[in-house]
């Protein structure tokens, strides 16, 4: 008798899996170590500045952000919304923030420092200090700053320029850039040291920096062989393994050899023609924070060929740089931190797209992986991740004919997002995708 | 009578049609620049001989333009603005410089320079802590600001021309300080919505004309004998931007607004720009420094290992304490544009700091439209109540 096998929708990586399971261990693993007593931090996303320095010092380091999507998705979040409501923080805030003001308020002034019971995998323990970052969005250090309100931690905001992409090409504007940048660092490594009561070991230092710029160069190269079509690995397990180089989570050395193994498997696929999907119709770019409760969704739009090759700028690892030559470990961070931004500047100008740093890559990313259309997913609480997205659906459709599909959603109040409702608007979009096909052919673009 | 072309009057008209000085000025080939935010350094186009014009949001307008640009939940001053800009309001400016005073204004700069073709467009990144590296780098990109302009021009930018502009719009500072001064009085010699036509007309001229302008009112207003109604609050109203008289008559139908701590009163004016002898410095200085608005990072003492949260509020708003004594203030309005985050988190420490030394406030948001006057004037109306208990 033969067995039906189900459908398969999304084939996933199997590289993928110790990746993602050394993260999650990580994770557990830190939270029992400060549970035991060891110095935590409490850090936003900033984009490499601050956390090598913070890994070579052994500091364990939460990301609230995260534990807000952690949160949202457990279910526990409504409390913490509503203690901040109750507290006088407008509710417009971003989400992930109001999350963290209200879990802060129930842990100080409620429990008098206890990690609240009802916390999702271990909560997060009242921190060393704060540190916060200047990229990306205002919130990033406002929010740190209005922590001060439960706890008597200092803060330290991350410099993080952003340049105008004409600007930066005024002459001697990147040597500011870095001078900022490494003065900056020097003297955050000084207050770390001070708030640890132990000094920085450069060495350690200076072979965390390579190592994190070496996993994220070969990261890269995985994303790189996504071009291929059909496309060999699929958002879902981008999501999925990013943490590692992103957040610098795990030990690097073990990343650094998972993505090598990433790296295999997505080129033996690339090289026997294995998509991720079992039928690629579509070719999908997504920006820019995935729906994180309601991933089961992508594997729908699996199921009608869509394949989605490349998503979130925000995510993504720098353009590699070659920094060997670089000998001072700060100044290789700046370096690699800057190029996060700048890295598609170059392009960005010669193409006269000056929408922003995050808008550019779009372009990129549509042409180089050849892709029919985008899905976009805008934010209620999340500004910097939605503000771009209009300006987004109007470069690829103006410069390269190809449409975009708006989903609405938030990054707390998760029944924002209806995958019912958006899977009702995929048909008519794949109609929309096949007729900008049929404009691109007419104008000349090759796919 | 005051004579129409002077003083309150002139303030008045130029509120009203705040384009037409500056298209005057372009028909008699001057260059205009445009700017979105007080944190732009006006003192380096005015040496230069451009004219600097503020490009305001119009509370009035609706928006249509910006959205194909911009999404609806984001700071409404800022899609405002650009909507003003697409509908082509700006097109007679020769130029734009926008600045990174938060993030709203960075993003829509982007995005204002995509869909606009002025000759000159300039972007200007702001640091956000006021460390001396962070200092150093905000003179680097006025430095970059200089040569942009210089190039756009074709001047040098001289120092005494420098000097000259720094002095003229430091009197403007002074002269402004000086007209706050005439709401001390009980009741005030000038209302608040009087100073927002000022402050607006102002932003629209050149600073000799500014200040001429200032010169007259100041006279004008210490000489009139009808002074406006004693109302039973007096207020400081704290926000991003209160630059609407419709949103200013609100609070001063039922109290006398003697403080306008935003940037369409008198946070701009506040302090002084110094003479540095590198007069790049003294800009960068005054500009990041000493403009007290939320955007800029402050706290205690960064590097200590612990923070003491009074200490804390007093130096994010310490600033405020002398006012609220100095003007015998006893309410505060914290006014909230909807999506301004800068100032939305600021809005339950502001609270304490105010709690610690005894004024009462009160918190409204609104979404910069004029739908939201009428529950605006209602909540209004219920603070001065308890307030003058
Ligand atoms: S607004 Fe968005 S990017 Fe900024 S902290 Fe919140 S979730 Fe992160
Ligand atoms: S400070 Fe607030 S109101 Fe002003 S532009 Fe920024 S977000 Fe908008």
């Known amino acids: 008798m033969v067995v039906q096998k189900e459908k398969k929708t999304i084939n996933?990586?199997?590289?993928?899996?110790p990746l993602r399971a050394k993260v999650n261990e990580t994770y557990l693993k830190s939270i029992e170590a400060i549970q035991a007593g060891k110095p935590a931090v409490w850090g936003m996303l900033n984009f490499y500045y601050g956390d090598p320095i913070l890994k070579a010092m052994d500091i364990e380091v939460v990301y609230p952000e995260n534990y807000g999507a952690i949160a949202a998705a457990m279910g526990v979040a409504r409390q913490y919304l509503d203690r901040a409501d109750a507290e006088g923080f407008p509710t417009h805030l971003c989400g992930y923030s109001l999350t963290t003001?209200?879990?802060?308020?129930?842990?100080?002034?409620?429990l008098k420092g206890q990690i609240p019971p009802e916390a999702p995998l271990g909560g997060m323990p009242k921190p060393l200090f704060l540190m916060s970052s200047a990229a990306i969005c205002?919130?990033?250090?406002?929010?740190?700053?209005?922590?001060g309100r439960y706890m008597d931690v200092p803060v330290w905001p991350l410099e993080a320029p952003i340049p105008g992409i004409k600007e930066f090409f005024i002459e001697g504007y990147y040597d500011k850039m870095m001078k900022l940048g490494v003065k900056h660092l020097r003297d955050f490594v000084a207050f770390v040291e001070k708030m640890v009561g132990k000094k920085m070991d450069w060495d350690r230092l200076d072979k965390t920096a390579n190592l994190m710029i070496e996993v994220n160069r070969v990261w890269h190269e995985v994303n790189e062989l996504r071009k291929a079509r059909p496309c060999p690995m699929h958002s879902r397990d981008f999501w999925s393994a990013m943490p590692a180089a992103l957040f610098l989570a795990g030990d690097l050395e073990d990343s650094l050899r998972l993505y090598q193994?990433?790296?295999?498997?997505v080129k033996d696929r690339v090289n026997n023609h294995v998509g991720a999907i079992p039928d690629e119709k579509y070719r999908m770019v997504f920006a820019e924070l995935p729906p994180w409760h309601s991933l089961a969704f992508f594997d729908k739009l699996a199921e009608r060929g869509w394949n989605f090759v490349i998503e979130s700028f925000g995510y993504h690892p720098p353009i590699p740089l070659d920094l060997s030559?670089?000998?001072?470990?700060?100044?290789?961070i700046t370096k690699f931190s800057l190029q996060f931004l700048v890295g598609y500047f170059e392009d960005a100008r010669k193409q006269n797209v000056l929408g922003g740093t995050s808008a550019y890559p779009y372009l990129k990313y549509v042409k180089e992986w050849k892709c029919d259309g985008a899905l976009l997913h805008p934010l209620i609480t999340c500004r910097s991740a939605s503000t771009h997205l209009p300006y987004v659906s109007d470069m690829l459709i103006e410069k390269l004919n190809v449409p975009s599909l708006s989903i609405e959603g938030d990054i707390v109040d998760l029944r924002l997002f209806n995958p019912e409702d958006a899977l009702a608007k995929a048909e008519p979009f794949e109609e929309t995708m096949e007729h900008y096909k049929r404009m691109r052919k007419q104008a000349g673009f090759d796919w | 009578m005051s004579d129409k072309n002077k003083g309150l009057n002139k303030a008045r008209e130029i509120y009203l049609d705040s384009s037409r000085r500056a298209k005057e000025l372009k028909a008699a080939d001057k260059?205009?620049?445009?700017?979105?935010?007080v944190y732009v350094p006006v003192e380096m186009l005015t040496a230069l001989d451009l004219v600097p014009y503020r490009t305001c949001a119009d509370m009035k307008e609706p928006v249509t333009e910006a959205d194909r640009a911009l999404p609806h939940s984001f700071c409404p001053v800022m899609r405002n603005c650009l909507d003003c800009a697409l509908k082509g309001k700006n097109d007679f400016l020769d130029g734009m410089v926008a600045i990174h005073s938060c993030d709203p204004q960075e993003k829509t700069a982007r995005i204002w320079e995509s869909y606009t073709h002025y000759p000159?467009?300039?972007f200007i990144d702001m640091p956000i802590t006021v460390r001396p590296e962070a200092l150093e780098y905000f003179k680097g990109q006025l430095n970059d600001f200089r040569k942009t302009l210089e190039a756009f021009t074709g001047k040098k930018l001289s120092a005494d021309k420098l000097e000259a502009a720094i002095k003229s719009h430091n009197q403007q500072r002074a002269l402004v300080r000086e007209l706050y001064e005439l709401t001390k009085s009980s009741p005030p010699h000038v209302s608040g919505t009087e100073i927002v036509q000022v402050v607006k007309a102002l932003t629209s001229l050149p600073v000799a004309e500014g200040n001429n302008l200032l010169t007259e009112t100041i006279g004008e207003v210490k000489k009139r004998a009808a002074r406006p109604e004693k109302k039973s609050a007096r207020l400081l109203i704290w926000s991003s931007t209160l630059d609407?008289?419709?949103?200013?008559?609100?609070?001063?139908?039922k109290a006398n607004v003697v403080m306008n701590e935003s940037c369409g009163g008198v946070r701009a004016y506040r302090g002084e720009v110094k003479l540095t002898a590198d007069r790049l410095e003294g800009l960068a200085d005054y500009y990041l420094n000493e403009i007290t608005c939320a955007r800029t990072f402050r706290q205690a003492a960064l590097g200590e290992t612990r923070k003491d949260y009074g200490r804390d509020l007093q130096s994010r708003f310490g600033y405020l304490k002398g006012a609220i004594k100095d003007w015998k203030i006893n309410g505060v309005v914290m006014l909230l544009v909807r999506y301004c985050d800068p100032f939305a988190f600021e809005i339950p420490s502001l609270k304490d700091y105010l709690n610690s030394i005894g004024v009462p406030s009160t918190y409204i948001e609104y979404d910069y439209t004029t739908g939201a006057l009428a529950p605006m004037r209602t909540r209004v109306e219920a603070f001065i109540e308890t307030i003058s208990q």
């Open chain 1, 138 to 147: 205002d919130a990033r250090y406002k929010w740190f700053q209005a922590l």
């Open chain 1, 325 to 332: 030559k670089v000998s001072d470990p700060l100044e290789r």
């Open chain 2, 244 to 253: 609407d008289t419709d949103i200013m008559q609100v609070f001063e139908a």
């Open chain 1, 261 to 265: 193994d990433m790296y295999r498997e």
């Open chain 1, 12 to 17: 996933r990586l199997k590289s993928m899996y």
């Open chain 2, 120 to 122: 000159y467009f300039h």
């Open chain 1, 101 to 110: 003001l209200g879990y802060a308020s129930r842990m100080m002034k409620e």
């Open chain 2, 31 to 37: 260059k205009i620049i445009g700017y979105p935010c």
